[in-house]
């Protein structure tokens, strides 16, 4: 995957800040350009949101994050960057202008993007040099945690590029989705608008207040639409005869008098006052950064789940995650240094997410066993048990755990895990890792594991291959120097 490798962002708005965000948390310098007063602010507010949000979403390894910049012209932003993202406010003028300015100044092969919901590219590029290299790049928010970008060309975009932007943006954790032709507003912002359009009529002839509204979509097709779209949704809604039958038996149903689809309610001062109302009534308890980070959390556990789905292979956006991931652990572990291995090994660092605490207060059973879990992952990528490993037939799976709960983690504390092995043979790794505290070093957790080397399609354990050994070897040859970890073989219930 070649990537982006230095990024410029005109326009730091809602949509401008969360596409530097992306950049930045995935290890690409970023030049802003926005004259507002406040950019740095707002910029920076939603950056830190942006990193709380990846905090919880992934433990793989991120890029030691890029150097943000903010300059005082189009020009200077644009100077050395490879791509170029315009998010400037929805006005054909004011983007045209921009992105001719873009243009003039940037290297004839940098990729320039426009942010626009609904402006066809053939209008933003009319005046360009380099039209060839300019197409719409559309996200959702928050660009930070949602993957899609429609990437739409115009008449004089070139093919190359649209692949070039699809392939530049899969580092970063993003899908590039090539819509075929360009059309106003592309595909999501049809769908969107149609539905808008419908509420709003729903809220003007009070049917329902916003509150309602959004309950209807959030328990119900909403959930559905997060991990399967309309068509997918609809094929399983026609039954066992499929989708013929579904058309067949509520096809007829759009002819009738249930939507108003193509009118456009007049938003009257009076019906704006109405719905901003409602919508303080409903949300206005939270502020707006909040309900920015609530709405985070939310995405990154629908994100991890759908991850897990599919037999572990991930679904949709979990699908993506799990590949963004995969690109980091290869990038970051191949800048690993050797491991020390005159102690335990030291494999993962941690902080308690709001999502892992309980109604205790501190940090729920099961989350020691998955930092435990993600500590013996670390152990077996560093002797070559990696995704490529598994995905060819042999893992090790985990057999035996006994933990200890010796402190308490409570939300934010950072962690880390250490991990030393006691014996292995060459089916068997025993191991003894320690959850600490990473501000007093105090022992949170610890755990005895035994792991048993297996071909997982023929479902059975098998010696492991002479080139994992070999990686295993040295580090149980280390810890075999060390003392023994206290509680080594204890049961529940000993006393020590
Ligand atoms: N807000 C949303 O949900 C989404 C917005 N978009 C698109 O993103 C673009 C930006 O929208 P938002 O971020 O929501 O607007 P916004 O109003 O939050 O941000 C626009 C930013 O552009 C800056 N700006 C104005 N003139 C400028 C110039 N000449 N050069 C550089 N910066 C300039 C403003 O100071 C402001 O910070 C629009 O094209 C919009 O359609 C796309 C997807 C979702
Ligand atoms: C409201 N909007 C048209 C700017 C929305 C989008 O373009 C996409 C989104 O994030 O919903």
């Known amino acids: 995957m070649s990537g982006i490798q230095k990024a410029a962002c005109i326009g730091g708005g809602v949509i401008g800040g969360a596409w530097a965000a992306r950049f930045l948390l995935g290890g690409i310098d970023v030049a802003m350009y926005d004259p507002h007063p406040e950019a740095e602010r707002i910029v920076g507010e939603v950056l830190a949101n942006a990193e709380r949000a990846y905090g919880l979403l992934t433990m793989a390894p991120l890029p030691p994050k890029g150097k943000l910049t903010f300059v005082k012209t189009i020009e200077e932003a644009v100077a050395g960057a ?70 739409v060309g115009g008449q004089k975009t070139s ?78 809604a026609g039954g066992e005869a499929g989708m013929r039958h579904f058309i067949a038996q509520f096809g007829p149903c759009l002819s009738w008098p249930w939507t108003k689809l193509t009118d456009v309610v007049d938003l009257t001062d009076e019906l704006v006052e109405k719905i901003a109302s409602q919508s303080d009534a409903q949300s206005g308890a939270y502020g707006f950064r909040e309900l920015e980070r609530i709405r985070d959390e939310n995405l990154v556990g629908i994100m991890q789940t759908l991850k897990a789905s599919n037999g572990g292979k991930g679904w949709g956006s979990g699908k993506i995650l799990a590949d963004f991931e995969k690109h980091l652990w290869a990038q970051g572990g191949a800048k690993k240094e050797a491991p020390d291995l005159s102690q335990p090994l030291r494999l993962i660092d941690t902080k308690v997410s709001a999502a892992w605490v309980d109604y205790n207060g501190h940090m729920t059973e099961h989350r020691y066993l998955q930092v435990f879990g993600d500590t013996s992952d670390a152990l077996l990528r560093l002797i070559g048990v990696d995704f490529a490993y598994v ?31 006691l014996s292995t043979d060459d089916k068997r790794i025993q191991y003894f890792s320690t959850i600490r505290n990473a501000e007093t070093d105090e022992i949170v957790a610890t755990a005895e594991q ?14 492991a291959p002479a080139e994992v050994l070999a990686k295993l070897k040295p580090i149980a040859d280390a810890h075999a120097t060390l003392p023994v970890p206290d509680g080594v073989g204890r049961s529940v219930g000993q006393k020590k």
């Open 82 to 151: 490879d791509w170029i993202q315009e998010s400037v406010p929805e006005r054909v003028d004011l983007k045209r202008n921009v992105i001719t300015q873009i243009d003039a100044a940037a290297d004839p092969k940098a990729l320039i993007g426009s942010s626009t919901s609904g402006i066809m590219p053939t209008e933003l590029q009319r005046d360009m040099k380099h039209p060839e290299r300019m197409f719409v790049a559309h996200p959702y928010n928050p660009v930070y945690l949602l993957p899609l970008a429609e990437l």
């Open 391 to 421: 995905e060819a037939g042999h893992s090790y799976y985990t057999v035996e755990t006994h933990i200890r709960h010796l402190g308490e983690a409570k939300l934010g504390n950072r962690l880390y895990a250490t991990l030393q092995i």
């Open 159 to 236: 093919p190359e590029t649209l692949e070039l932007a699809k392939e530049r943006l899969a580092p970063i954790g993003m899908k590039g989705v090539i819509l075929k032709k360009e059309i106003e507003a592309f595909v999501g912002d049809r769908l969107l608008e149609a539905v808008w359009r419908e509420g709003l009529w729903l809220i003007q002839d009070d049917i329902c207040d916003t509150e309602t509204l959004d309950d209807v979509i959030r328990y119900s097709f909403g959930m559905r639409w997060a991990q399967m779209g309309m068509f997918e949704t609809y094929r399983i």
């Open 450 to 463: 035994l792991m048993l080397h297996v071909d997982s399609k023929a479902g059975k354990s098998v010696a």
